[in-house]
């Protein structure tokens, strides 16, 4: 991909981008024009808690409430799947159920389980399984390909 700057001496800032086919580097690239880097605020008891998206494992929501699990940690959020997946980049999370989010670096092994299931180990040790819904997505997004949405 080829990448072109310039500054000019007026006028709006201006991003624009041009591509043949949606891949992975121009999904992230989309996503981070939509959404630049924010932190999420959680609870946990009566603190706020900043996250930062890297240490997350993966987001579940339980009883209308979503909790952030991070490695030795797990924190309240006030926000929905629905909202996180949008401010969340796209490249590195994946909506594995309809009940959560998987951080895709912070997998270490994969397993293949019957009914198109994947069984997926996180560098905790915790396994967490990929529906079948979503798991013919999640292995195209394995191999740097577009996932529809």
Do not use: W
């Amino acid at each position: 991909m080829k990448y072109k700057i310039e500054q000019i001496e007026q006028g709006d800032d201006e991003l624009i981008l041009r591509y043949q086919k949606l891949n992975q580097e121009v999904e992230y690239i989309m996503n981070f024009m939509s959404f630049p880097e924010k932190k999420l605020v959680g609870f946990k008891e009566s603190t706020q808690i900043v996250i930062d998206d890297k240490q997350i494992l993966y987001i579940e929501s339980v009883d209308r409430k979503t909790f952030v699990y991070l490695e030795d940690d797990i924190v309240r959020v006030e926000y929905t799947l629905t909202q996180l997946e949008k401010m969340l980049n796209s490249i590195r999370f994946f909506r594995c159920s309809k009940s959560m989010i998987i951080n895709i670096d912070k997998v270490s092994l994969l397993d293949s389980l019957a009914s198109n299931r994947i069984d997926a180990t996180m560098c905790n040790g915790e396994h967490i399984i990929i529906s079948r819904t979503y798991a013919s997505d999640f292995r195209r997004r394995l191999k740097g390909e577009a996932v529809d949405e």
